[in-house]
């Protein structure tokens, strides 16, 4: 579970400048203890329980089970389990979660007194969302090895990322109470503290971390953000000024700095870090609202509105994102976003999710039509060309002659633009306006019967090039893809 806890705590801070956004996991401030792999390794090595490598901190190492209950166990049942125990732990190395729980479920099955083996399956119940059996384990291995700091600090995690608050600050504070130099327990009390008003908690928390791991910029961040709700905003500058002298892209303190300046109505200097957390997160709605805020505050309008349409904007665009992270392969969405880029001027972010089509429809050869059509939007005329031949030779499509012939009209091609008009089987003004033009090729080479043919084709297909009904505006269209009729 601790892997997939480190990415939810990213966005469990619901009070600006508190953890991280976007900042790289070694930035983050909340930071698990590394469980899953140190209990690996020490098993790999005979020590069968994690609770045992808490010695080195000052606990009392707690047994797994007592002596005369683990000697009702048999010897060959004890060995087996083990390795089934070891398969499930290289089962969650490799993110195979179903399949280590089956291998855990079989340890605990010939030896049921073993608390890792509850710990470890109980951990991955939760990064398969299945908190109800989680909760379980993780409880009975409390309930078997009531000391162990480790044990209390992921159940808190879990609690934390479920929104259980109070609950995960007593397991933290039941882990400090074992291991009280545990600085990823306390910063997290600190967030939870923080994030329920309990400022002066969350403070004296961060202030304990740093006298354990005085670099941690995370906790400075934190008690930046604790001293500025406090009012000590001279305080609070004097800790993020250092933490961005340490690390000059430590995103959210830019954010908690900024709220700093504006609560002191030093609105210039708030505007500087809010701009400067988006150009370190371009997409964060966070910190334009933020700024937005203090152009409201300092009485600029015009900025005020550009943000407000950047917000929306944005919120657009999360929505399609968050659309397409439940269906990735959906090419109309894709294209949809792809659409969306185009309109907003940015090309390379479209033609990476043009290139997404192309892939995803290998079968059909769909995407380099589409893409084809983009080209002829774009006037590229030979690009279009390839591309839809592309389609083509996968597999013959109306759709991708249509967009075809479309670009040998713009080439003032009419010969191939209407065999592959014909092969779509199109008929629209379009059409129309190519069989008139090879008409009249017709009448200049004295093809009379030809250019007769043709004439009355353009005609039937748009009675308004009839004789003094010419209008070449209405034969003018916007090349697209068009359905077959």
Known sequence: MNRQIAGMLVGLSLFSGCGSESQPASQQAVKPENTTNNTTQTALVGTPDPAKSDSASGQKPQPNASPNTQANVDAAALQKAEEFYLRGMEFQKQGKL???????????????????????RGSAWADLKQDASAIVDLTKAIEMN???????????????????????????????????????????RGLLFATTGKLKE????????????????????????????????????????????????????????????????????AIADFTRAIELSPNS??????????YQESEQPEKQKADEEKIVWLQKLAGLNERLAKSPEDTE????????????????????????????????????YIRGALYLEENKLDRCIQECSRAIN???????YSVRGDAFMKRGDVEH?????????????????????RSKSHKERGEHEKAAEDYERAVAIDPSLG???????????????RPIQ
């Open 98 to 120: 179903a399949e280590s729980i089956q291998e855990l479920s079989m340890a605990i099955k010939l030896n049921p007194q073993v608390s890792r083996f509850y710990f470890h």
């Open 146 to 188: 009531p000391q162990n700091a480790q044990y209390y600090y992921t159940r808190a995690l879990f609690f934390m990322t479920r929104g259980g608050a109070e609950l995960a600050v007593k397991d933290f504070t039941k882990a400090i109470e074992y291991k009280p130099d545990s600085h990823q327990a306390l910063n997290n």
């Open 202 to 269: 969350a403070r004296a928390d961060f202030e304990r971390v740093l006298e354990i791991k005085p670099d941690s910029i995370d906790a400075m961040n934190n008690l930046g953000f604790a001293l500025m709700n406090l009012n000590e905003t001279d305080k609070a500058l004097e800790v993020l000024n250092k933490v961005l002298e340490q690390n000059p892209k430590y995103l959210n303190a830019y954010d908690n700095r900024g709220l700093v300046w504006k609560k002191r109505k030093e609105y210039d200097k």
């Open 285 to 294: 709605l966070k910190f334009y609202r933020q700024r937005m805020g203090v």
């Open 333 to 368: 969405l894709i294209l949809e976003r792809a659409q969306f880029y185009l309109a907003s001027e940015m090309r390379e972010q479209a033609m990476k999710d043009y290139a997404k089509i192309v892939e995803l429809t290998q079968d059909t050869g769909r995407g380099y």
């Open 394 to 400: 996968i597999q013959p499509q109306p759709e991708a």
């Open 417 to 437: 633009a209407l065999r592959d008009f014909e092969r779509a089987k199109r008929i629209d003004k379009i059409v129309a306006k190519a069989y008139l033009m």
């Open 467 to 481: 004789p003094g009904k010419l209008d070449k505006e209405k034969t003018a269209g916007k090349p697209v893809i």
